[in-house]
């Protein structure tokens, strides 16, 4: 299996842009989670879902931030529009059981 | 108060040395306690986990967990340089027919050779 496979690798983006970032999580699993990462704050959960359906998105930080799973296979979570402060890496993360499988990560620079 | 709480460090220690890295939490109905790994520009990954208070081992690691005082443990024996990295712990919460996962901060480990 491929992993959790995550895209783009690295986004540039200039202030007030739509950002849309993408993940494909491990076939058969059934939840699928989106974190942010940064020094200060470190792993925050923005939203999960849950065989496709949202389940919590208390950690989305604004309404700037949005996230979609249309399907079992393709999740993307959008900033529009995008801040400086957003800058951070954005994970994503899928799993089964107990184990959370993460993907390597978009790193999103916002100037 | 965060839900759960991790010195960042950096923690530096030299080759051979034991490592031994804490988290406490708030929250008690977390279930299953876990440690990642995490090298730089990756993800993390999983190292150990483990559901009950007690101790697991794996190798050159033992997660150990308090549930009376919520607080789990990491020890890294005979630390190699290959083991810096970024530690973090996890605890998992049974919500709505999945598991929310909650990380600490990281505690970042360099082990000198």
């Known amino acids: 299996d491929a992993g959790v496979i995550q895209s783009p690798r690295h986004e540039v983006t200039e202030m007030g842009q739509e950002v849309t970032l993408r993940c494909k999580p491990i076939s058969g699993h059934n939840s699928l989670f989106w974190y942010r990462q940064t020094m200060m704050r470190g792993l925050e959960l923005l939203i999960y879902?849950?065989?496709?359906?949202?389940?919590?998105d208390s950690g989305m930080p604004e309404d700037r931030f949005s996230a979609k799973m249309p399907n079992a296979s393709f999740s993307t979570l959008k900033i529009q529009p995008s801040e400086p402060r957003d800058s951070a890496v954005y994970f994503c993360?899928?799993?089964?059981?107990?184990?959370?499988?993460f993907g390597q990560g978009t790193r999103l620079t916002v100037v | 108060q965060k839900e759960v709480e991790q010195d960042p460090g950096p923690l530096s220690v030299p080759e051979g040395a034991i490592v031994s890295l804490n988290c406490t939490y708030s929250?008690?109905?977390?279930?299953?306690f876990m440690w990642y790994r995490q090298y730089s520009r990756k993800g993390p990954e999983l190292l150990m986990y483990?559901?009950?208070?007690g101790n697991k081992e794996d190798g050159r690691f033992t997660a150990q967990v308090d549930k009376s005082s919520k607080y789990i443990s990491l020890f890294i024996r005979d630390s190699q340089p290959s083991d810096s990295a970024t530690y973090l712990c996890a605890m998992s919460v049974s919500t709505s027919g999945t598991y929310k996962y909650i990380f600490g901060t990281g505690t970042r480990l360099k082990v000198l050779a």
């Open positions: 879902f849950n065989n496709n359906v949202p389940i919590d």
């Open positions: 483990t559901y009950s208070s």
């Open positions: 929250n008690s109905a977390f279930q299953y």
């Open positions: 993360a899928s799993t089964r059981n107990t184990e959370a499988f």
